[in-house]
Nanobody
Framework: QVQLLESGGGLVQPGGSLKLSCTAS????????MGWFRQAPGKEREFVAA????????MYAESVKGRFTISRDIGKMSGHLQMNSLTPDDTAVYYC????????????????????WGQGTQVTVSS
């Protein structure tokens, strides 16, 4: 089993930045795809970004493109989501998700392809 732990959430003013981290423990994988999803109050969970370890291919939701950057740590199953120019619309619980394989690029956005999920970390953007 793989356990994922997110960290780095908090309260930030509009225009500010936060960096989320996701660390895996347990039976980790050398090859993996890591995704970030978020869920705002009263809304469905939505895709934010994903990266696969084999070639560092990344994908972003249109709403965060140019503001968020996903990355991973070489040699271990962990990654980060750097979030800049945050707006109140970014307020949500952010979840890290992972699969122990290099997913097809077209599958990155699908939450049901990730078997492992963290508990989530709250990000609140407010003045």
């Amino acid at each position: 089993q793989v356990q994922l732990l997110e960290s780095g959430g908090g309260l930030v003013q509009p225009g500010g930045s936060l960096k989320l981290s996701c660390t895996a423990s347990g039976s980790t994988f050398t090859d993996y795809t890591m995704g970030w999803f978020r869920q705002a109050p009263g809304k469905e969970r939505e895709f934010v970004a994903a990266i696969r370890s084999g070639d560092n291919k990344v994908m972003y939701a249109e709403s965060v493109k140019g503001r968020f950057t996903i990355s991973r740590d070489i040699g271990k199953m962990s990654g980060h989501l750097q979030m800049n120019s945050l707006t109140p619309d970014d307020t949500a619980v952010y979840y890290c998700a992972a699969r122990g394989a290099n997913l097809n690029y077209g599958s990155f956005t699908r939450s049901n392809v990730y078997p492992y999920w963290g508990q989530g970390t709250q990000v609140t953007v407010s003045s």
